[in-house]
């Protein structure tokens, strides 16, 4: 699939959003990504993860996981397109850990997936949680990067699209400036 393409369904799925965001980092923004809409349509779930099963085509993987939640839906359809086990990692208190029985090998092949990467704060702690089990992380990879290339996870990193989305301290943030009511669409709660 060629950019074009790719945000047309973006576009169409309404994943991409313009308007005012409170984002989960507290920064604001005029565009929002609401990637879980993706997950509505499995004919388009099974596409893009097929663009990243291409990119991973050569590696061995026995486990693709992803933060809960954005990162389920994607890790077990990628996963089943690799004949490999899907998993997930989900917060307790705080602090993302594997839970309901789920097991990785000393050895183990990991490939760690998410729908949308901003900081890469959530993969950078799954990719953690891999490691402390000795296992193998053999790259990362999601649907929009959108930090457009600028998250390093000192791996191999691959995206279905890879968007320059700005975002403002709230301080700095123009759309406020020009009196914008602000949306807050995220899965976050802020203290």
């Known amino acids: 699939m060629d950019r074009k393409e790719i945000l047309k369904i973006l576009s169409d799925l309404k994943v991409l959003n313009k308007g005012h965001f409170l984002l989960t980092s507290g920064r604001h923004s005029d565009t929002y990504l609401q990637c879980a809409k993706i997950f509505q349509y ?70 760690v997936v998410e729908d949308v990467v901003t900081t890469g704060g959530s993969v950078k702690e799954v990719i953690e949680v891999v490691k402390n089990y000795n296992a193998n992380v053999v790259g990362v990879a999601c649907i929009v990067d959108r930090s457009n290339g600028k998250v390093d996870f000192g791996i191999k ?9 700005i975002s403002y ?21 802020f203290k």
């Open 157 to 165: 990193f691959e995206s279905v699209i890879s968007l320059d989305v």
């Open 42 to 111: 499995p004919e388009y779930s099974a596409l893009f993860a097929k663009e990243i099963v291409q990119r991973f085509s050569g590696e061995k993987i026995d486990i693709v996981i992803g933060p809960a939640i954005g990162g389920i839906i994607f890790a077990y359809e990628v996963a089943r397109q690799l004949g490999a086990k899907a998993m997930f990692a989900e917060r307790e208190e705080g602090v993302m850990k594997l839970r309901r029985g789920f097991e990785i090998n000393e050895g183990d092949n990991v490939l």
């Open 169 to 189: 301290e709230s301080k700095d943030c123009p759309l406020c400036k020009e009196g914008l009511p602000v949306d807050k669409p995220g899965s976050r709660k």
